[in-house]
């Protein structure tokens, strides 16, 4: 196998036709550039420059090497430069969060995007355990959860709280637990944990007998509160989830006497080297947030 580095000692000679000017181009000392030659013709056991006096020109066998020669070398740096090149601005990341915090984030990043086109956001709406193992798996970039990880291959950092609330139809301007028998709830995924630890902080009722009639589920988390906004039940949900709905004027939010919020936490895989781009998205992330 040809020597790379004789091969570009001997590529950069032959285009300088100058020893010396080949030295100063490849920081080296003449004479280790004679040697580079010496040790490239003993490998390919053919003389590839003749020398004439104080001169030289490149024999048959130099030319040919030259004309190879030359491509390699090229190919070899761009190699290096592809492999070793970390733009900011481009290239994938891939990100997995809750359903709220993913609709208040991803159309930022969406803009983001926007502005940076080579960038490719991939986004996934995702529940905790599903972000951390594909965290860990390697198969995404950032996760955002609302329980701190203790998986030692993750780096988590607390970056802001989202505040559980009561929604309700619009006309419901104190919702007592009177009223929110009555309605009913509407669950969804996350319903019955959220439920749990917003109502029992504020309803003795709810202490006593942690039941609710059921009104109705949906799954779409930007779709939860439309059977509330036609009265037909109430429900419990993130902050980031509420704001996004379209019909806001339908619904009412309350913020309960005991407030309750979720601490969201930006998840990363613990490794020596984070490329540009996802530390962009990091801080990008941090700046709507927090």
Not at 97 to 104: A, D, E, F, I, T
């Amino acid at each position: 196998m040809i020597n790379t580095v004789w091969l570009k000692t001997f590529c950069t000679l032959a285009e300088t036709k100058h020893f010396t000017l080949t030295a100063d181009k490849l920081h080296m000392t003449q004479s280790g550039v004679s040697q580079h030659i010496k040790k490239l013709e003993a490998q390919m056991g053919v003389l590839l420059i003749a020398r004439e006096d104080k001169q030289f020109r490149l024999t048959e066998a130099g030319c040919k090497l030259y004309t190879e020669g030359k491509a390699i070398v090229e190919s070899l740096s761009i190699l290096r430069h592809r492999v070793t090149d970390d733009p900011a601005f481009e290239g994938t990341v891939k990100v997995m969060s809750p359903g709220s915090v993913g609709l208040k984030l991803y159309p930022y990043l969406l803009t983001f995007q926007r502005q940076h086109p080579k960038l490719n956001i991939e986004y996934r709406f995702a529940p905790n355990d599903d972000t951390i193992e594909a965290l860990t798996e390697g198969s995404a970039d950032i996760g955002l959860v609302t329980n701190k990880p203790d998986d030692m291959s993750l780096i988590s950092e607390a970056i802001g709280d989202e505040s559980l609330l009561v929604v309700t139809p619009a006309e419901i301007v104190e919702p007592d637990w009177k009223h929110l028998s009555a309605l009913g709830f509407i669950d969804h995924p996350d319903g019955k944990y959220h439920a749990n630890l917003l109502l029992s902080a504020n309803f003795a009722e709810y202490v006593k007998k942690p039941q609710l009639k059921q009104a109705g589920f949906c799954n779409q988390i930007g779709l939860i509160p439309e059977p509330v906004s036609m009265g037909l039940g109430f429900t419990v949900l993130p902050l980031y989830a509420v704001e996004s709905f379209s019909k806001p004027q339908l619904i009412r939010a309350h913020q309960l006497p005991v407030p309750v919020s979720e601490t969201l936490y930006l998840c990363c895989r613990r490794q020596n080297f984070i490329p540009k781009r996802v530390e962009v998205i990091v801080q990008e992330i941090k700046r709507k947030l927090a």
